[in-house]
């Protein structure tokens, strides 16, 4: 259930997320260099997002980590995440800590 629009809300917001939100911590990057800082977040599911101020998500996010290693099902060719098949589809490793935002090239963007 997710929360309803109040008139004090930021158009675009509340936003609801599939992935978990325990461990949330944000930064604030303007990725796009539009001189508007994005809303940067992993969840639960091991999604990174990108929001930005109108509660869209900025182009290229969701980006998502590996699946979790040593998991037979995530290999085997048995396992196609049908649900009709009892099966669940796996999701990422989760993000359990604060993201990093850094401008590993230096040039000037993140």
């Known amino acids: 259930m997710g929360a309803a629009p109040r008139s004090q809300d930021q158009p675009g917001f509340p936003r609801r997320f599939d ?3 325990e461990s949330l911590s944000v930064a ?4 796009d260099d539009d001189n508007t800082l994005e ?3 992993g969840d639960g599911n091991g999604e990174v997002h990108a929001v930005r101020a109108d509660g869209t998500e900025l182009a290229g996010f969701p980006v998502h980590t ?5 998991l037979p099902l995530a290999f085997s060719d048995a396992f196609d995440g049908n649900p009709a098949n009892g099966e669940v589809a796996l999701s990422y490793t989760p993000i359990i800590g604060g993201v990093a935002v850094a401008d590993l ?6």
């Open 19 to 21: 992935g978990s939100l």
């Open 28 to 31: 604030l990057v303007d990725l």
């Open 39 to 41: 809303i940067i977040f």
């Open 66 to 70: 590996d699946l979790p290693r040593h």
């Open 105 to 110: 090239d230096r040039d000037g963007q993140q």
